[in-house]
Nanobody, 126 residues
Framework: QIQLVESGGRLVQAGGSLRLSCAAS????????MAWFRQAPGKAREFVGA????????EYKDSVKGRFTISRDNAKNTVYLQMNSLKPEDTAVYYC???????????????????WGQGTQVTVSS
């Protein structure tokens, strides 16, 4: 199993950019499909995007398409979320999540993922 630690969250002005990182340890990183979720105060955790073990993008949430980019470096055991043109509605705690690449589940739902980081706060001011 893997342990995940996110970093990179901070306060940023609207229109700005951030890159979040999620470092994995304790397993073979290339055995996992990875995803980013986010949770705003008082709201359910929601899917942001997912990336296959090969680095192919599986899907993005519609509202982040064209602004956010997920990538991974299997040699560094790290998945990234590059966020551009940030909006106040992007404010949330961002979580990375992992599931076995052999899983026959989907990749949109919280329950599709077994492994989670502790989250990193992103705040976008207007």
């Amino acid at each position: 199993q893997i342990q995940l630690v996110e970093s990179g969250g901070r306060l940023v002005q609207a229109g700005g950019s951030l890159r979040l990182s999620c470092a994995a340890s304790g397993g073979t990183f290339s055995d996992y499909t990875m995803a980013w979720f986010r949770q705003a105060p008082g709201k359910a955790r929601e899917f942001v995007g997912a990336i296959s073990w090969t680095g192919s993008i599986l899907e993005y949430k519609d509202s982040v398409k064209g602004r956010f980019t997920i990538s991974r470096d299997n040699a560094k055991n790290t998945v990234y979320l590059q966020m551009n043109s940030l909006k106040p509605e992007d404010t949330a705690v961002y979580y990375c999540a992992g599931t076995s690449k052999y899983s026959n589940k989907g990749y949109y739902e919280v329950n599709d993922y077994r492994y989670w980081g502790q989250g990193t706060q992103v705040t976008v001011s207007s």
